[in-house]
Nanobody, 122 residues
């Protein structure tokens, strides 16, 4: 499985941004996928995850109600819609995949894409 994230950029606080992650590999549609982020000087943290079918989603408390994770298995795409962005959302965002259909809030992710930088100015 290979993953490639895109869609980052510089926005103002309160703005919205949608990140995309293109996945390759014939079995990726059977796997749970998620988004993580790493802010400058901080450890990488879990943001959101979705199971293989899209029927179950999980969010970090810090983004719940503002971010929405979704997937399009036919296109092998993963998305993260980010609304009401805050300066503390500034980070490099990574998409990742498990080798299992069920999602988890942070552990067991085996495949990682390169990050895309999101900068939120206040």
């Amino acid at each position: 499985v290979q993953l490639q994230a895109s869609g980052g950029g510089l926005v103002q606080a309160g703005d919205s941004l949608r990140l995309s992650c293109a996945a390759s590999g014939r079995t990726v549609s059977n796997y749970a996928v998620g988004w993580f982020r790493q802010a400058p000087g901080k450890e990488r943290e879990f943001v959101a995850a979705i199971n293989w079918s899209g029927g179950s989603t999980y969010y970090a408390d810090s983004v719940k109600g503002r971010f929405t994770i979704s997937r399009d298995n036919a296109r092998k795409m993963l998305y993260l819609q980010m609304n009401s962005l805050k300066s503390e959302d500034t980070a490099v965002y990574y998409c990742a995949s498990r080798r299992l259909p069920g999602a988890s809030m942070g552990y067991g992710y085996d495949y990682w894409g390169q990050g895309t930088l999101v900068t939120v100015s206040s």
